[in-house]
């Protein structure tokens, strides 16, 4: 790799750590490492047309652009690793632009160019377009495309796929993971969109599979796949007659949501007790209307599904309580998307919007009524509760005194004590061999009640 690559690497942390925790994440690791390697003769030889996907802390990314790359965009799933990239490229920002001073004042110089005055050196700009959406328009005549392989196979299968339809019909795809983490089926659905798949030789427990020649004989895209819920833990939470011939939820996922289009254990643990969540279809709200407030505050119940994944539960919401606002949020650029569709599938509306553990909802401090919370307990292949008990403190902050928030989480992660503490007296409702179900409701202490 290029000093210059190297000196921005170094810059880099792994945001919103430093870098310092002995067990925490890195901000560079081998597998970046690796593909930037590998990418660095094919980017001298064409700077343009660089699509990076799933860089997780803006190593891939700004090692392109110090390699050379004219300009690179970029689609990262978790909203998170976006904030990370952006931390990163201006962290980094002044060592990418001497960098690239240094690369061009070491050119070769044309002839007519000697006698007069050296060629002023401006700071070059970053280069960088981030894609909210993983759509068309990321991959329109991408030539080459870095890629961190991602944990599921669904996911992998809409990227190659989408790749293979609109990149350039000359475009190489290099997939990085840790060995551990690989298996042969990555090949597999790799070689079902592409003529051309190789792996690498494995290095510090990394290793590359090359995928070139977009296949023209595929079939339709795979994803998003839609699935027809009738189950009966979805049936009693939106109240639907046993009889009716067309009850359901129908449910639209994208290849990286999580439990893609069917119904988890967690989530439907949580439905089976539907019947135990508080009443909202007759609830006059909490807040009075006010011109200057948005439409969400005009004197309605206020429910929210915070980490909503495909959307399931914001849809039963909106089912169950079609009086009651109903917001979804999900850090997963997939999730927001299947979730969106998800609602549109059902015939209902909700707001759904983008956040890390529910930072972005557009609800002021003590306006909701009820939250449902289902919380990730990992990060790709890593056990991490982090994100679970940021979620409990944006519940603390936006329920009211009286809301309730419903957790469904694995029995032996012991939140019970986490949410008192977040969002107060916290009552264990039901549990089976895997989950717990809690109900916690919010308390706003005062001197009296101290």
Same mark, same amino acid.
């Given at each position: ?361 557009? #609800?002021? $401090? @003590? ?6 919370? /289902?919380?990730?307990? %990992?990060? !790709?292949? &890593? =056990? ?14 936006? #329920?009211? $005194? @009286? ?6 989480? /694995?029995?032996?992660? %012991?939140? !019970?004590? &986490? =949410? ?31």
């Amino acid at each position: 790799m290029s000093p210059e690559a190297d000196a921005v690497l170094a810059r880099l942390l792994p945001y919103p750590e430093d870098g310092t925790r002995a067990d925490g994440p890195v901000a560079v690791d081998a597998t970046d490492r690796l593909l930037l390697d590998e990418a660095a003769p094919l980017i001298e030889r064409d700077p343009d047309g660089v699509v990076v996907i799933g860089d997780r802390f803006g190593a891939l990314t700004l090692g392109a652009l110090a390699l050379g790359a004219n300009s690179v965009r970029v689609h990262q799933d978790a909203i998170t690793a976006e904030a990370a990239l952006d931390a990163n490229a201006k962290r980094a920002s002044q060592t990418l632009w001497a960098g690239r001073a240094r690369a061009t004042a070491n050119a070769p110089v044309p002839d007519e160019l000697v006698p007069d005055e050296p060629v002023p050196h401006e700071p070059v700009p970053l280069g960088m377009t981030v894609h909210d959406k993983f759509e068309p328009r990321l991959l329109a005549g991408a030539r080459l495309v870095l890629l961190q392989l991602p944990a599921s196979l669904a996911e992998l299968t809409e990227l190659a796929e989408r790749v293979a339809r609109h990149a350039d019909p000359g475009v190489t795809l290099l997939a990085g993971g840790r060995v551990k983490h690989m298996t042969h089926a990555m090949n597999d659905v790799l070689g079902a969109s592409f003529t051309q798949v190789s792996a690498s030789l494995a290095r510090q427990k990394s290793r590359l599979l090359i995928a070139r020649e977009p296949r023209s004989d595929v079939g339709p895209l795979t994803y998003p796949v839609t699935a027809r819920l009738t189950d009966r833990e979805v049936l009693d939470a939106i109240n639907a007659p046993e009889a009716a011939p067309d009850a359901g939820l129908t449910v639209v996922a994208h290849g990286a949501a999580f439990a893609g289009a069917a119904l988890d254990l967690g989530t439907r643990f949580l439905l089976a007790q539907a019947h135990r969540w508080p009443d909202l279809s007759d609830a006059p709200g909490t807040l009075p209307a006010s011109p200057h407030s948005p439409n969400y505050l005009d004197g309605r119940p206020v429910a929210v599904d915070l980490g909503c994944g495909t959307g399931i539960l914001a849809t039963v919401l909106a089912l169950r309580y079609p009086g009651a606002h109903v917001l979804a949020t999900d850090r997963s650029a997939a999730a927001c998307t299947s979730a969106a569709a998800t609602l549109a599938a059902n015939g209902v509306r909700a707001a759904v919007v983008r956040g890390d553990a529910g930072d972005s909802l557009p #609800l002021p $401090d @003590g306006s909701a009524d009820l939250v449902l919370l /289902n919380p990730p307990f %990992h990060d !790709r292949a &890593a =056990l991490s509760t982090d994100a679970a008990h940021r979620m409990f403190a944006t519940a603390g902050r936006i #329920l009211h $005194d @009286g809301g309730e928030l419903w957790t469904v989480f /694995n029995t032996g992660l %012991h939140y !019970r004590r &986490a =949410l008192e503490r977040a969002v107060g007296p916290t009552e264990h409702i039901a549990q089976n061999p895997k989950f717990t179900v809690t109900r916690s409701l919010r308390k706003v202490l005062t001197d009296g009640s101290v």
